[in-house]
């Protein structure tokens, strides 16, 4: 294990720096080598929620930092480990905190420390702050850690998310005094900026003049909040604290499990947008199309505006990568990429931000050693991101999406009961694209349009598999469909 001690810390040295001190403190703090052969990397961590948050928002990172230290490496896991606990309040975890440091069970890192407690307010409308004390700390919710990078100066606006980014702003400037787009509900697949846009709102809201009450939650962190309440028997203060919040921002909707858990959810997002307090949701889907959210919820979220980040193009790929050089060069004012680089790299890795970020993160570690890099070499180094996105795993949100623009109709009339020619036709070829472009079943297919029966969505295939043999044209249009959707 020798050697791989000394690879785990390199890794654990290039996060560090990467993700910066706060964040790795928070998440990574107590991330330890379980095992290690040729090809698999097993990390352990103390509870599962913090296995499954760094499952869903750090693990590619640490495979590719693991890559570059092995190429031997295919997979990096995450595991629980096992803990015991001793009796008393300030009982550690099997890593044996200190008893500052000790934290309740399933408690992650992020909250163990006053200082390092990011985000919370306070019942009478206190500012973002460390853990209070005495009576204060009694009426304070906890939110998710902020990455201070993540604000709206180093947001890149681009075409592809340029309303979200509009509507983000308006609702981050209003404090509290008016409602905007409530609740606003920004969806896109992953790596596409709705974490940093979410977290920059919170950011931003809190240093309004106004003093508004905000909060910045994931689904995981608040589930984790109210099963922990329950545990404690203090779910009802729990409840009481967030009666007073003026802006709610929760990110990762899409993880929002349990019946108990989403039923009362649906309360408090009644409960505040009943009182105008605004309210702001991300998600890696529409809200109509998260099947796991009780209907009410689903209804509450569609009543209110849905806006799409969409993939960045070209110019806006171009923009990110100069931003964070830029960055870097403040730190290391020797530091140069050349544009020929930059723009080679933005013309090939193009399935996300996420990627396009690792990408310039595997050029920053490599031109320390090679400072001569080539466009043959970077594509060397870069080659699994180039092909990261192929072939590309379809959604059928990606077929409703097209289908929609193509035929000039709404996503929302698509999954709707209008039974109109102009939206029957493009639900009928949309379902027949779901079928033929992805694995999914009739059922659940007929569930991603609105809840229609399997019979209808098999109707449907059955009439454009007929349409197509005898019209030549809507072959070709089909065909055109399926690139616009694969690309």
């Known amino acids: 294990m020798n050697r791989s ?24 703090g107590r991330l330890k080598l379980q095992s290690a052969s040729k090809s698999v990397v097993r990390l352990s961590v103390p ?25 031997g490496i295919l997979k990096v896991e995450i595991v629980v480990r096992s803990a015991t606990r001793a009796a008393g309040p300030n009982s550690g975890d099997s890593d044996t905190a200190s008893p500052s440091e000790a934290v309740s069970p399933g408690q992650p890192a992020a909250v163990s420390k006053r200082r390092e407690a990011p985000l919370m307010v306070n019942g009478a409308g206190a500012h973002f702050s460390g853990f209070a004390k005495g009576q204060q700390a009694a009426n304070s919710v906890i939110g998710s850690p902020l990455d201070p990078r993540y604000t709206f100066d180093s947001y890149v606006e681009g075409s592809s998310n340029r309303v ?24 896109s697949s992953v790596g596409l900026g709705k974490t940093h846009l979410l977290q920059a709102i919170a950011a931003a809201a809190s240093r309004h003049a106004r003093n508004p009450r905000v909060v910045y939650l994931t689904a995981e962190y608040f589930m984790w909040r109210f099963a922990t309440a329950i545990r404690d028997n203090d779910a009802l203060s729990f409840k009481e604290s967030l009666r007073n919040i003026d802006l709610l921002v929760i990110d990762d909707m899409q993880f929002l499990q349990g019946k108990s858990i989403q039923h009362e959810f649906c309360h408090l997002l009644n409960m505040l947008l009943d009182s105008a307090r605004q309210v702001v949701v991300a998600a890696d889907r529409a809200p109509w199309e998260l099947e796991s959210l009780d209907p009410r919820v689903r209804s509450r979220l569609q009543g209110g505006v849905a806006i799409e980040i969409e993939a960045p193009d070209y110019e806006m790929r171009l923009d990110m990568l100069r931003q964070r050089l830029a960055v870097a060069q403040i730190e290391d004012g020797t530091l140069d990429i050349g544009e020929d680089i930059l723009g080679h790299v933005a013309q090939n890795i193009t399935a996300s931000g996420r990627e396009l970020e690792g990408a310039f993160n595997q050029l920053l570690f490599r031109r320390s050693f090679e400072p001569n890099l080539t466009l043959e070499r970077v594509d060397q180094l870069l080659g699994h991101l180039v092909n990261a996105g192929e072939p590309k795993r379809v ?8 289908v929609s623009r193509h035929y000039n109709v709404s996503r929302q009339e698509l999954v709707s009961d209008r039974r109109t020619r102009v939206i029957v036709k493009p639900r009928q070829i949309a379902m027949y694209l779901a079928k033929t472009m992805t694995p999914r079943s009739f059922p659940e297919i007929g569930r991603r349009f609105g809840g229609r029966d399997h019979t209808t969505v ?21 065909e055109l469909l399926k690139r616009l959707i694969i690309e």
């Open 5 to 28: 001690n000394q690879v785990f810390d390199r890794v654990t040295a290039r996060l560090k720096a990467q993700v910066g001190p706060e964040v790795f403190t928070s998440w990574f």
């Open 47 to 71: 509870t599962t929620f913090l296995k499954s948050w760094i499952n869903n928002k750090y693990l590619d990172q640490i495979t590719a930092l693991f890559q570059d230290e092995d190429a």
């Open 164 to 187: 979200a980014l509009a509507a983000a702003k308006t609702i981050a400037e209003a404090g509290t005094g008016s409602v905007r787009f409530n609740p606003l509900f920004i969806h």
């Open 395 to 402: 959604r059928i949100e990606d077929i409703q999406r097209v």
């Open 458 to 478: 098999l109707h449907a295939v059955r009439k454009i598999e007929g349409l197509i043999t005898a019209d030549t044209k809507l072959g070709h249009e089909i």
